[in-house]
């Protein structure tokens, strides 16, 4: 699914990597607990999470994940937003929750990072 699909999906806004829209992504992670999402490679997916600091943007960097949105309209401060154009990750945020914004990309034939349906 192309980046953009995902933010129409999840009714959200961009607010670093817009150029990256066509990216595609195969798995969706969502999590607030980061030594989770470090327990498994994260190619090719996106990550949904809450907490909008810059270890959300660091833990995506190192497990490979290729894009985030926050969730539940949380803000990212300058800061955040400027270490994802640093490393070269998309930012999105939703107005939508954690479960409802999962349920959304499930519906639309995503699958979590190990492949389940």
């Given amino acids: 699914m192309k980046l953009n699909e995902i933010a129409r999906i999840l009714e959200s806004e961009f607010l670093a990597g817009e150029d ?8 969706c992670r969502g999590c ?4 989770d999402v470090l327990s498994t490679s994260a190619a090719d997916s996106v990550f949904l999470t809450g907490l909008v600091t810059l270890q959300a943007i660091r833990t995506a960097s190192v497990s490979g994940a290729g894009a985030i949105v926050f969730v539940r309209n949380k803000k990212p401060s300058a800061e955040v937003v400027a270490l994802a154009r640093q490393e070269d990750i998309p930012l999105l945020v939703t107005p939508l ?8 990309l499930y519906q639309q034939g995503m699958t979590g990072v190990h492949g389940n349906r």
Avoid: A, E, I, T
């Fill in 20 to 27: 990256k829209k066509d990216m595609d992504f195969k798995y």
């Fill in 32 to 35: 607030d607990l980061m030594s």
């Fill in 97 to 104: 929750s954690m479960f409802v914004s999962c349920g959304r």
